[in-house]
């Protein structure tokens, strides 16, 4: 197995709502976590609160608030079942992501950490990383900041001994004891008799160093992917113009694309509701003419509504529900890499409907009807993706799609039906009798009795004519 460690080293801080730089989270009256700017002007880790507003008047200060930090681990383990389904929680501040399985899927180990650490960027988390071949190796190395790749436990044991003992999230006693005898790395550590280690700190940190090293055992509780999505976010500030809710609605879109990939799901709807400082509440419906699960296409298409979207009052927080999933169809990939094609179909009526309003946009369906007039429907663009063999059909003879309003009368002379010169029939009659059951109604067609050819004129204009009682009408033209 081989495990990509992530640690996030400001968690505490970008959980938070506050994003005013400088900044810090606070907790018991100490510095916690400060941010580069407060870093930079000497806010640090464990000072009093009063010393750093001291350093820096102006330093924005929120209490730290676990409860936050939970639920984005969670957000971020979800976001990262699009590249394993074995992901794990490492509290306070990591993830642990086994990749030996699906290095090849990806490319390699440099692919997939490139993909996850960009993912981390856009969506606004500071990531460290590293791989290694036990998880708590793995954790330590990115705690330190290693940013290194270890593949074999030979490898790992000079790079676990290189690290400071402060790295492992031991309790301070600990550290101060180790310290005390003069015990900086973990290489030192390593070359104590076990025995007498156990004495001096305890079992659990020697117990640590053997997972660490591989010696005993590690197995990992794997995080429990949800059976319903929801996931919600509260903005850093109010706002007051649709679309700045894109970049924020990511991370919550990014987490609900991890979790299809997991679930082997796709999405045909989802609801993004928005909380607004007056305390009402508003929601943006997106609907997929193909259910997909690609994060791409879900953020093409919100933009696409928030663009149209006036907000009644400003936004404070975000909640996104999964609302239509359905289970995705088995299939292969190809043999060979396929060649960039554009944009699908379905993706585009999604957009145009976004633009332009959903009843701007119709598909046509068949309808179980002979009259050429009744036999089609405007319907929903979705269902032209939906396979249903009951709506199949298959004709004696051709029939264009482009049908007039209503039949037009055409001239007769001698030489038969005229339009923009004399016509020649060029297939032979079709009869479609149908249309008892409506006769006499409103707007209905009604009985009708017709003998329909395919016909040429002069111009090489191509049309579709029938005949009835009344004499011969144009239906329909040819492309």
């Known amino acids: 197995m081989l495990w990509l460690a992530l640690h996030f080293p400001l968690l505490t801080l970008e959980a938070l709502p506050l994003r005013q730089s400088p900044s810090a989270v606070t907790a018991r009256g100490r510095i916690l976590t400060a941010d580069p700017v407060a870093a930079e002007a000497g806010v640090l880790p464990g000072q009093k609160l009063s010393t750093a507003l001291g350093l820096l008047p102006g330093l924005r200060v929120c209490e730290r608030d676990p409860a936050r930090e939970v639920r984005a681990l969670a957000d971020l383990a979800c976001w990262a079942g699009r590249f394993t389904p074995t992901v794990s929680l490492a509290p306070p501040a990591g993830l642990l992501l086994e990749i030996g399985g699906c290095r090849r899927l990806f490319g390699g180990i440099e692919a997939i950490v490139a993909a996850v650490l960009d993912g981390c960027r856009a969506q606004g988390w500071s990531a460290d990383w590293a791989v290694a071949p036990t998880p708590l190796g793995a954790r330590w190395l990115a705690r330190a900041?290693?940013?290194?790749?270890?593949?074999?436990?030979?490898?790992?044991?000079?790079?676990?001994a290189a690290l400071p003992c402060t790295v492992p999230d031991?309790?301070?006693?600990?550290?101060?004891r180790l310290d005390s005898f003069g015990l900086r790395h973990l290489g030192e550590l390593i070359a104590q008799p076990a025995a007498t280690l156990r004495r001096r700190i305890g079992n659990g940190p020697v117990d640590d160093l053997l997972r660490a090293r591989g010696e005993i055992p590690d197995p990992q509780r794997?995080?429990?992917f949800p059976?319903?999505?929801a996931a919600g976010l509260e903005l850093p500030s109010r706002v007051e113009f649709a679309e700045g809710?894109?970049?924020?609605?990511?991370?919550?879109?990014?987490a609900l694309a991890g979790w299809l990939q997991v679930r082997q799901s796709l999405l045909r709807a989802c609801t993004l509701h928005l909380t607004h400082d007056d305390g009402s509440t508003s929601a943006l419906s997106l609907r997929f003419g193909e259910a997909c699960a690609d994060e791409g296409r879900f953020m093409r298409l919100l933009r696409e509504h928030l663009g149209r979207l006036q907000l009644a009052a400003p936004v404070e927080t975000l909640r996104l529900t999964a609302d239509e999933v359905i289970a995705r169809p088995g299939a292969s990939a190809g043999l060979f890499d396929q060649a960039a094609s554009g944009e699908g179909a379905a993706a585009c009526i999604e957009r145009l409907r976004a633009r332009l309003g959903d009843d701007a946009v119709r598909s046509l369906a068949l309808h179980a009807d002979h009259r050429p007039e009744c036999a089609t429907r405007a319907g929903d663009p979705a269902s032209i993706f939906v396979e249903n063999p009951t709506l199949t059909a298959t004709f004696a003879a051709p029939r264009p799609l482009w049908l007039l309003p209503t039949p037009q009368p055409l001239a007769e002379r001698a030489d038969g039906p005229h339009w923009h010169g004399p016509l020649q029939l060029v297939t032979r009659g079709e009869r479609l009798e149908s249309g008892w059951w409506d006769s006499g109604e409103t707007g209905a067609s009604g009985d009708i009795r017709r003998d329909y050819f395919v016909a040429?004129?002069?111009?090489?204009q191509w049309t579709w004519i029938f005949r009835d009682a009344q004499g011969w009408y144009v239906h329909g033209v040819f492309a």
């Open 145 to 160: 900041g290693a940013a290194c790749t270890v593949e074999t436990i030979a490898a790992l044991h000079p790079a676990l």
């Open 170 to 176: 031991w309790p301070a006693e600990i550290a101060a």
């Open 222 to 224: 794997a995080f429990i």
């Open 227 to 229: 059976e319903r999505f």
């Open 245 to 254: 809710l894109a970049f924020a609605a990511q991370r919550l879109f990014a």
């Open 456 to 460: 040429r004129n002069a111009q090489g």
